[in-house]
């Protein structure tokens, strides 16, 4: 068994992508050398400690894989918001799967790839392709897209102006503030049902909807696509309460 652990720690060292492997609370167990050149931290100050807290990546991203796992046992394409040793951008591609053990259903851990992306335009044209990107752009309203972990991949021009919205960074930063009821993303995904809620920008009232979306492949919903309309005048105070009270309870 050592040997084989002794291969496993060679094959991820050569290997182009940060093999990563944590307990199932997360904390690193492995950390090879594609990891300590990726990000910096020495395997020393890497081992034992939590990957949210080595890759500097909020509790509502680490909430956001834990549950993503939880639906399926695997991360496929996220983007992980991390930071390097310092505090330098980068972000990284995740796919992560939970390790079972041969012949039953035990836990052992969860196994992550971690690579770069390769170049900051990446993050805003996958998802959605550059094509549907422009598209977007064209649209006079706020539209925005989050993966599975919670991490905007796009956002077009209003959605940027309107509300502040990065692609590479938490959705809540921009999306959950208001509702207060954890992150949006994960409540869509977990209920597989549209959320609508009011948003106030610059004066203005907009109505926001937020729906599970699947774009890669036919599987199920990985995405969630956030879009703004204006606010419909003819809702009353006393029906947009009630809307509001009612997404609210669906947390």
Same mark, same amino acid.
């Given at each position: 068994?050592?040997?084989?652990?002794?291969? &496993?720690?060679?094959?991820?060292?050569?290997?182009?992508?940060?093999? %990563?492997?944590?307990? /199932? *609370?997360?904390?690193?167990? $492995?950390?090879?050398?594609?990891?300590?050149?990726?990000? @910096?931290?020495?395997?020393?100050?890497?081992?034992?400690? @939590? /990957?949210?807290? %080595?890759?500097?990546?909020?509790?509502?991203?680490?909430?956001?894989?834990?549950?993503?796992?939880?639906? $399926?046992? *695997?991360?496929?394409?996220?983007?992980?918001?991390?930071?390097?040793?310092? =505090?330098?951008?980068?972000?990284?591609?995740?796919?992560? *799967? #939970?390790?079972?053990?041969?012949? $039953?259903?035990?836990?052992?851990?969860?196994?992550?790839?971690?690579?770069?992306?390769?170049?900051? @335009?990446?993050?805003?044209?996958?998802?959605?392709?550059?094509?549907?990107?422009?598209?977007?752009?064209? #649209?006079?309203?706020?539209?925005?897209?989050?993966?599975?972990?919670?991490?905007?991949?796009?956002?077009?021009?209003?959605?940027?102006?309107?509300?502040?919205?990065?692609?590479?960074?938490?959705?809540?930063?921009?999306?959950?503030?208001?509702? @207060?009821?954890?992150?949006?993303?994960?409540?869509?995904?977990?209920?597989?049902?549209?959320?609508?809620?009011?948003?106030?920008?610059? &004066?203005?009232? #907009?109505?926001?909807?937020?729906?599970?979306?699947?774009?890669? =492949?036919?599987?199920?919903?990985?995405?969630?696509?956030?879009?703004?309309?204006?606010? *419909?005048?003819?809702? $009353?105070?006393?029906?947009?309460?009630?809307?509001?009270?009612?997404?609210?309870?669906?947390?």
């Amino acid at each position: 068994m050592a040997r084989l652990g002794s291969w &496993g720690v060679a094959l991820a060292d050569l290997s182009r992508e940060a093999l %990563v492997t944590t307990d /199932l *609370q997360f904390r690193v167990v $492995s950390w090879p050398a594609a990891a300590e050149a990726l990000l @910096g931290w020495p395997r020393a100050r890497a081992v034992g400690f @939590g /990957l949210g807290s %080595v890759l500097s990546l909020s509790s509502s991203t680490m909430n956001g894989v834990r549950e993503a796992l939880d639906r $399926s046992s *695997q991360l496929k394409d996220a983007l992980l918001p991390a930071r390097r040793l310092g =505090g330098v951008r980068c972000p990284l591609r995740a796919n992560a *799967q #939970i390790v079972r053990n041969v012949g $039953s259903e035990e836990s052992l851990g969860i196994a992550f790839a971690l690579s770069p992306m390769e170049e900051e @335009g990446d993050i805003s044209q996958e998802p959605p392709p550059a094509w549907l990107g422009r598209l977007m752009d064209c #649209i006079n309203l706020p539209v925005a897209v989050a993966d599975v972990v919670g991490t905007l991949r796009y956002a077009n021009f209003a959605a940027r102006a309107q509300f502040g919205l990065e692609p590479g960074r938490p959705c809540c930063v921009g999306m959950c503030a208001e509702a @207060g009821t954890g992150c949006r993303s994960a409540r869509v995904l977990n209920s597989l049902s549209p959320s609508y809620w009011e948003a106030h920008s610059n &004066g203005r009232r #907009i109505d926001m909807t937020a729906s599970p979306v699947t774009l890669t =492949g036919s599987g199920p919903p990985d995405h969630v696509l956030y879009l703004g309309v204006p606010a *419909q005048p003819h809702l $009353s105070p006393e029906l947009r309460k009630f809307f509001r009270a009612v997404d609210e309870n669906l947390a």
